[in-house]
């Protein structure tokens, strides 16, 4: 709140923290199944918290449901969160007012994991990729077409593309004029929701690259929301690996593929398929799919743990500090790390 | 068509060629015309609904007889070399009748259309836009005026302002209203889940602008294939409002009205019933394979090949 208030001084001063998440909570109730009961209620996010400096990416990886997506949004101050602060350059995000949130929109932008869908299929390429100028409608058509076609040069798109509609071009390409209309009010932040996982292999790797390059040329910060490790572990500086809305484990890349020290961590690594000639084909043992909702005690990933003991249900494991910039809440952290580790057998 | 393309002969980070979607120039328009020139019930229709309009075009500045003529010495005339389809039990000339009647079942029908149109969808767009207790208070209103008959309906207004051609109007286009309220709030709300959508807001554009910009644009073409559906009802809807004598009044002419007329005289000259019935039909079926044809033209699973 005072935060608010100082915000324009606290603008000018030069400001390390680019991004900083906290205690971030979203509960989304639940339709009523029983009309005498209170609304089931859903913790998506169960008090996450992250900081993400200037020209450094973050990388979120978690199973489906584990409010990666959730948290994707809420930091994109498409939902309000139930408690907890986004701020982005020193302004809280959520309290800004209407008119502000939309000029502040500028700083971050997003990117969507359907290339299909994110695309309105009405529309030209010139009109979806300038729509976040047209969302404030003060650059004359000129201009516009010369910024557009500019930052489609920049995501390897031609200028001649301008006036084509979606349904001209191929999934990557599409990706690209997503990330053509994210870049084009030069932002600080972009969200990327799973930005791969709908392209072909070797598409991926195009657009990973991209990201990549735009990163080296404009100092941007990526947030990548992605189930697969090995995307997140080429694109990031820091990985954070939630698990029903909470973070498990935090950390560098190599830190986590080489000594993770959460058992669920471990489970994302070892679930990477792997091509073993010769090896006998082994099926994985069936994943519960624990609930998200509150009353439980304990940590939330005792029930699927090999680890889980009496402490781990009754006791939430906070967050510890396992190493320089990594962080793990597990009660049994210290023995997950003296495990041999995975990520030889991945390279 | 689309063979393998060989992408592994591609460099990786190379933008993909051109080649890798053919371009077509423009919004392939012509794909689109050569397909409604080969769409048979779009054809048909097409031609049996421009027969209507242009007749009722056509009424406005020449009719072989004037329509409003009482002749009673010709009363009652079997088809002539004067009289094409013969002339009624007043001794007016049918062609010239069927003319003007066109004239007036496109009015009724453009109008209360028109009404359920603009309402029904404006409505149905903000309660998709806003959700909640709006949506609800919107919805659970059509569902009102949809659970009233229609006739009852127009019967109580004929009570109330009188018989006629705008009584018949505002009964068929109040009708329509929650009809295009419900198409229009499920299109449109199918639409907001779509993430272009959410890319329009994380753009910073209000629920009036991407309503505007990118609900309706998607949702236009349902609407029109609705509408050539609801133009067919509310043609019908006007006949048989005219025929009970709630809606056109005598003078004027309209289908209905001529179908009301030819009905005591059903015995004497069956063909007076037959004229109007087969003006009836003929618009009522033009307009459906139109619509249907429109539909299956706009299916963006034929028009756009992902």
């Avoid at chain 1, 603008?11 to 609304?39: C, G, I, M």
């Avoid at chain 1, 500086?237 to 058992?263: K, M, S, T, W």
């Avoid at chain 2, 554009?205 to 509408?227: C, D, M, W, Y």
């Amino acid at each position: 709140m005072s935060q608010t208030a100082n915000a324009p001084a606290a603008r000018a001063e030069p400001e390390p923290l680019l991004l900083e998440v906290s205690d971030l909570v979203q509960r989304y109730t639940l339709p009523r199944e029983n009309l005498f009961q209170p609304a089931p209620q859903v913790l998506a996010l169960n008090g996450v918290s992250v900081q993400l400096t200037a020209g450094k990416s973050l990388g979120v990886v978690g199973e489906s449901g584990s409010g990666k997506s959730t948290f994707a949004r809420t930091v994109m101050a498409l939902e309000t969160p139930t408690s907890g602060s986004v701020k982005l350059l020193g302004r809280d995000l959520h309290r800004l007012s209407i008119d502000e949130l939309r000029r502040a929109r500028c700083d971050f932008q997003m990117v969507f994991q359907d290339p299909y869908g994110s695309l309105d299929p009405r529309q030209t390429v010139a009109r979806i990729v300038a729509e976040p100028l047209t969302a404030f409608g003060r650059v004359d058509r000129a201009e516009q077409r010369d910024r557009v076609a500019a930052v489609l040069k920049q995501v390897g798109l031609r200028g001649a593309d301008l006036d084509k509609y979606p349904h001209e071009f191929s999934g990557g390409q599409r990706q690209r004029i997503a990330i053509a209309r994210a870049l084009i009010t030069q932002p600080k932040l972009i969200v990327a929701d799973e930005p791969v996982s709908a392209l072909d292999v070797s598409v991926q790797a195009q657009v990973l690259n991209l990201l990549q390059d735009l990163q080296d040329e404009f100092g941007l910060s990526y947030v990548l929301i992605s189930h697969d490790l090995a995307v997140v572990e080429y694109l990031c500086d820091e990985i954070a690996v939630i698990y029903l809305g909470r973070i498990v484990e935090q950390g560098r890349p190599e830190d986590l593929f080489n000594r993770c020290a959460h058992p669920y961590t471990r489970a994302l690594l070892e679930a990477v398929p792997q091509a073993r000639p010769g090896r006998e084909r082994q099926r994985r043992g069936t994943q519960v799919i624990a609930s998200q909702s509150r009353g439980s005690t304990g940590c939330v990933y005792a029930g699927r743990c090999p680890y889980a003991d009496a402490q781990c249900r009754s006791v939430v494991p906070v967050a510890r500090k396992m190493g320089p910039d990594h962080y793990a809440a597990c009660h049994h952290a210290e023995t997950i790390m003296a495990l041999p580790a995975v990520a030889d057998e991945l390279r | 068509m689309n063979g393998v393309q060989p992408t592994a002969a591609m460099p990786f980070d190379a933008p993909p060629p051109e080649a890798a979607v053919p371009s077509k120039p423009g919004r392939s328009g012509r794909g689109v015309l050569q397909r409604a020139l080969r769409h048979r019930s779009f054809m048909i229709g097409g031609v049996l609904t421009l027969l209507v309009i242009s007749a009722a075009l056509l009424s406005t500045i020449w009719t072989p007889w004037p329509a409003y003529e009482i002749d009673l010495a010709h009363k009652l005339n079997p088809p002539s070399a004067m009289h094409w389809l013969g002339t009624d039990v007043l001794g007016r000339d049918i062609v010239s009748l069927l003319l003007v009647g066109a004239r007036t079942s496109i009015l009724v029908g453009v109008i209360a259309v028109g009404i359920g149109l603009l309402a029904g969808a404006s409505l149905g767009l903000i309660a998709a836009a806003r959700k909640g207790w709006i949506e609800e208070l919107i919805m659970r209103l059509g569902d009102f005026t949809f659970a009233f008959p229609a006739l009852l309906s127009a019967i109580m207004l004929a009570a109330v302002a009188g018989a006629g051609m705008v009584t018949s109007i505002a009964a068929i286009g109040i009708f329509q209203i929650p009809i295009f309220l419900r198409i229009t709030r499920g299109s449109a709300n199918a639409i907001w889940a779509r993430e272009f959508v959410l890319a329009a807001r994380v753009a910073g554009k209000g629920k009036f602008r991407i309503t505007i910009e990118h609900v309706l644009p998607n949702i236009l073409s349902i609407l029109i294939v609705q509408a050539t559906i609801q133009f067919a009802l509310a043609i019908l809807a006007e006949a048989a409002l005219s025929y009970l004598g709630l809606g056109t009044q005598p003078p004027q002419p309209s289908w209905g009205r001529m179908l009301n007329d030819a009905q005591s005289l059903l015995f004497q000259s069956p063909l007076l019933a037959v004229y109007p019935g087969l003006a009836i039909a003929t618009a009522v079926l033009g307009l459906n394979l139109l619509g249907d044809g429109l539909r299956d033209l706009f299916d963006p699973r034929l028009s756009r090949e992902r």
